[in-house]
């Protein structure tokens, strides 16, 4: 196993540009998981982007919120005027793992995972956020409702890294983010729901629902400006133009349709 510490994101950016085999690390919770029985793993290169102090927690900036790619869920939690004005991140933070994973985890390694059931993207989409992506060629911004392009694939050039999420600083009608799992700690999304409402406009992004996390287009549609729902069986027909659950070891595909639409009712029924 080979490591690069960059100390500067400009070193960083040149490691990459170099040789973009090279596999970015943040808090490694989800790199090195898997990382006892992966012997390939071994064999490659690691970018620790740990000492990058740019890439460092988050500020307020010209209307919107600046989450560095270094930035944890912690950062999130510990800041007062975070937790206020972006409730639903931190109801994600609190619910991502324990502790232990909270303090090393980072929303930019939760995006570039890429996991259909991941906790901080959807609430991050929810609130449309972007991803800036950055190479030695230049940066480009990327809503987050369009940088998957598949499973755990994401629409990024081999020589990007991200540098940071910019969340808008908007007033919101209704707030809200569900998980449903095993248990209520500890536990990975068998189905979940990230919810705004903003001047009677709805965003509805579903978890574990479909091959990413993602948006859900005919459901915003009907309940910003359909007739309103009278019960959760409404919301099928268009729980299924928008979604294609699966039968998984976490659940099956019936349940995570019906808990869906049931989850999205009670909250437009709120
Ligand atoms: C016990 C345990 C419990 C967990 N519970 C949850 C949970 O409840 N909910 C949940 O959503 N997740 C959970 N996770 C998964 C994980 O903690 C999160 O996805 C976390 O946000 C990953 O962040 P990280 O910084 O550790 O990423 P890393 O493991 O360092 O990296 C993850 C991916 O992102 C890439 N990457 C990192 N930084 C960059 C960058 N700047 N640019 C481009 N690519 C980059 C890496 O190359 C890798 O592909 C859990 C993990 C563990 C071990």
């Not at 005027?81 to 930019?108: D, K, S, Y």
Request: with cysteine; charged share 20%; aromatic share 8%.
């Amino acid at each position: 196993m080979k490591v690069i510490r960059p100390w500067t994101f400009a070193e960083a950016l040149a490691a990459k540009a170099a040789d973009t085999e090279v596999v970015p690390v943040a808090g490694g919770t989800d790199l090195w998981v898997h990382w006892p029985q992966n012997l390939a793993a071994r064999a490659r290169t690691y970018l620790d982007l740990t000492a990058v102090g740019e890439l460092r927690g988050l500020r307020f900036d010209e209307g919107e919120l600046v989450i560095g790619a270094g930035a944890t869920y912690w950062d999130v939690l510990r800041d007062p005027a975070c937790v206020e004005r972006f409730p639903l991140l931190a109801a994600a933070a609190r619910q991502v793992g324990a502790v232990q994973i909270q303090t090393r985890g980072t929303w930019a390694g939760n995006i570039a995972n890429g996991s259909p059931a991941a906790d901080g993207v959807p609430v991050l989409m929810a609130y449309g956020a972007e991803v800036l992506l950055v190479s030695t060629r230049g940066e480009r911004r990327v809503p987050l409702d369009e940088l998957y392009t598949g499973y755990r694939e994401m629409a990024a050039a081999p020589d990007e890294l991200i540098r940071s999420i910019h969340v808008p600083l908007r007033s919101y009608d209704l707030e809200r983010f569900e998980k449903v799992g095993a248990r209520r700690a500890q536990t990975i999304a068998k189905v979940g729901a990230a919810v705004t409402v903003a001047g009677g406009t709805w965003c509805v992004v579903a978890v574990s629902m479909a091959p990413t996390v993602r948006r859900c287009p005919t459901l915003e549609e009907l309940l910003s400006s359909g007739p309103a729902p009278v019960g959760p069986d409404d919301l099928l027909p268009a729980v299924d133009a928008d979604v294609s659950p699966i039968d998984d070891i976490r659940s099956t595909a019936a349940y995570r349709r019906n808990v869906f639409a049931r989850i999205v009712y009670a909250i437009a029924d709120s």
